[in-house]
């Protein structure tokens, strides 16, 4: 069971990155996926969520309006387009699979994270 998360870097303010996260097809079938982020010096918050069919999507409101999350079951790959980036969107992005299928801001609902991927905003 594996998440590989990819995508981050040094970005713009402003800038548009999308972030990819690539699981086993047994990890992501019938599961939900989410995305978190840890901030330096911060705890881990959630971000965004799908549901395991891609018809239920939840975000954090520091990224409604600007974040998009998607899924691709056939590619085994969730997805995580941000938008309009700002400096205090700095963080490790984990993508994570829930242990249902139903999208969750819960972390304790999440029992396979990836390595995490790091994205920077410069202003």
């Known amino acids: 069971v594996q998440l590989q998360a990819s995508g981050g870097g040094l970005v713009q303010a402003g800038g548009s990155p999308r972030l990819s996260c690539a699981a086993s097809?047994?990890?992501?079938?019938?599961?939900?996926m989410g995305w978190f982020r840890q901030a330096p010096g911060k705890e881990r918050e959630f971000v965004a969520a799908?549901?395991?069919?891609?018809?239920?999507?939840i975000y954090a409101d520091s990224v409604k309006g600007r974040f998009t999350i998607s899924r691709d079951n056939a590619k085994a790959t969730v997805y995580l387009r941000m938008n309009s980036l700002k400096p205090e969107d700095t963080a490790i992005y984990y993508c994570?699979?829930?242990?249902?299928?139903?999208?969750?801001?819960?972390?304790?609902?999440?029992?396979?994270w990836g390595q995490g991927t790091l994205v920077t905003v410069s202003s």
């Open positions: 097809r047994r990890t992501s079938s019938n599961n939900a």
């Open positions: 799908i549901s395991w069919s891609g018809s239920v999507t």
């Open positions: 994570a699979a829930g242990r249902y299928s139903g999208a969750s801001e819960n972390v304790k609902t999440y029992n396979y």
